[in-house]
T-cell receptor
Framework: NAGVTQTPKFQVLKTGQSMTLQCAQD?????MSWYRQDPGMGLRLIHY???????DQGEVPNGYNVSRSTTEDFPLRLLSAAPSQTSVYFC???????????FGQGTRLTVV | QKEVEQDPGPLSVPEGAIVSLNCTYS??????FMWYRQYSRKGPELLMY????GNKEDGRFTAQVDKSSKYISLFIRDSQPSDSATYLC?????????????FGDGTTLTVKP
């Protein structure tokens, strides 16, 4: 049972480039979300989804897009990378109304 | 003002000590209270979950919630070097989802042998 899998683990982008961070879960969880974590700060919610075809914005959505075509996958797209998007990104999943979320191992992104 | 404030630390204790980690919050709608442990360069891992007020114990860990004071705590008894990590409190309102939680900034704990 792999849980929540994120790829890639590390990425360096140039300003203006685009890329997609992948997230997949094999627990049949309805709810998936993306967070970013910056030094000395907690996790800030970027986007979330309560099921296939349904997404919504979190606290810091600007510069990011998401889609949810299947229960298992929830990719995060950076349209035009900026240095301010240098961060560690975590994907999480949980049952709807569930207690506690399962997190992936993170993607460390550097934008130069 | 942040909805969730967490004692910033860092915290350094000798092995065997009792550790107290604390968070306060301002949103009275919060009903679910969670503690996550995050090892360096890893994802957060759910440690404890409590619904509404009260205590919950799991081995060496005890989570306490005092909704009247809007204060939650995590106690670690007989702390071990393997407990060295960053601890994040998280909270969510009823009818929302655990994945849509509001997190504290984390407290980094070091347990010295």
């Amino acid at each position: 049972n792999a849980g929540v899998t994120q790829t890639p683990k590390f990425q360096v982008l140039k300003t203006g480039q685009s890329m997609t961070l992948q997230c997949a879960q094999d627990m049949n969880h309805e709810y998936m979300s993306w967070y970013r974590q910056d030094p000395g700060m907690g996790l800030r919610l970027i986007h979330y989804s309560v099921g296939a075809g349904i997404t919504d914005q979190g606290e810091v959505p600007n510069g990011y897009n998401v889609s949810r075509s299947t229960t298992e996958d929830f990719p995060l797209r950076l349209l035009s990378a900026a240095p301010s998007q240098t961060s560690v990104y975590f994907c999480a999943s949980s049952y709807l109304g569930g207690a506690g979320a399962f997190f992936g191992q993170g993607t460390r992104l550097t934008v130069v | 003002q942040k909805e969730v404030e967490q004692d910033p630390g860092p915290l350094s204790v000798p092995e065997g000590a009792i550790v107290s980690l604390n968070c306060t919050y301002s949103n009275s709608a919060f009903q679910y209270f969670m503690w996550y442990r995050q090892y360096s360069r890893k994802g957060p891992e759910l440690l404890m979950y409590t619904y509404s007020s009260g205590n919950k114990e799991d081995g060496r860990f005890t989570a306490q919630v005092d909704k009247s004071s809007k204060y939650i705590s995590l106690f670690i008894r007989d702390s071990q070097p393997s407990d060295s990590a960053t601890y994040l409190c998280a909270m969510s309102a009823k009818n929302t989802n655990a994945g849509k939680s509001t997190f504290g900034d984390g407290t980094t704990l070091t347990v010295k042998p």
